[in-house]
């Protein structure tokens, strides 16, 4: 009975460790996705800035153009 008590315990203590092995696993990958939508979102921002100083200066543009036909 010594062996197979012994075997029962490996395989419960292996099981444990498959299943501990598997959920970090998912945390990483949660990890993961996690930081690569807040790196996008960064992005994203980054993008919505620059766009608004290409308006901005757009416009500036267009009042200094306006402002010289008036002169």
């Known amino acids: ?6 075997a029962k315990d ?3 203590a292996t099981g444990r460790k ?5 959920e970090d ?4 990958i949660g990890d ?8 996008a979102k960064v992005k994203q921002a980054e993008a919505d800035v620059k766009k608004a100083e290409a308006e901005r200066d ?3 543009a267009k ?3 306006k402002e010289q ?3």
């Open 32 to 39: 993961k996705v996690d930081e690569a939508k807040a790196d």
């Open 58 to 60: 757009s416009t500036e």
């Open 25 to 28: 696993t998912k945390d990483r």
């Open 10 to 12: 490996a395989a419960e």
């Open 18 to 22: 498959i299943g501990e092995t598997v």
């Open 69 to 71: 036909l008036r002169d």
């Open 1 to 6: 009975m010594g062996f197979l008590d012994n």
């Open 63 to 65: 009042n200094d153009y």
